[in-house]
């Protein structure tokens, strides 16, 4: 079985061409970026609201010449649409905080569901967002009880959603929620 990291980039990856565009929802320190900054994507957008991950995403891209590929916004996830017009074959996002830097500073459950939602109507049919769920923290608790509540009320002819998650490991390990666009959705819910 796949480990949960491997596994939401094996999801992403099945549906990324030459012609998609693609978004970094929580650039942290680069390395979903970087990931599809290397897939046959046209072009990849990452966003994240500390310029300590901007600056590393940014870093990570140049030493690995791909900054041409992407564009690196410091901003919220929920404000992708000022930045991005097309419409998008795949987002990711990996929920809690900066690696190594102030953990009070982390996702919340409102704006990611907001972006979320933002980013359905922006999806392409066969289309993938996958989320890693990192709640081992206070805030992350509150966050994951939200997705979870919110996400399984979703229509399944317009999207399915899967959970990825292996129920015998200890200390809240991360999961995926992964949700993939079956067919355009008429009206906002």
Sequence with gaps: MDKVLAFSKKLLKEVIDKNSIVVDATAGNGNDTLFLAKTSAKKVFAFDVQNQATTNTNDLLEKNNLADKCEVILDSHENFDKYIEENI???????GYLPN???TITTQAETTLNA???FITKLNIGGRIVIVV?????NGKVEKDALLKELSQLDQKEIEVLVYQFINQKNNAPFIIAL???KDILCEK
């Design 134 to 138: 990192y709640w081992g923290h206070e």
């Design 180 to 182: 993939e666009k079956r």
């Design 116 to 118: 979320i939602k933002k």
């Design 101 to 103: 830097a102030d953990h």
């Design 89 to 95: 074959q795949a987002v990711v996002f990996n929920l």
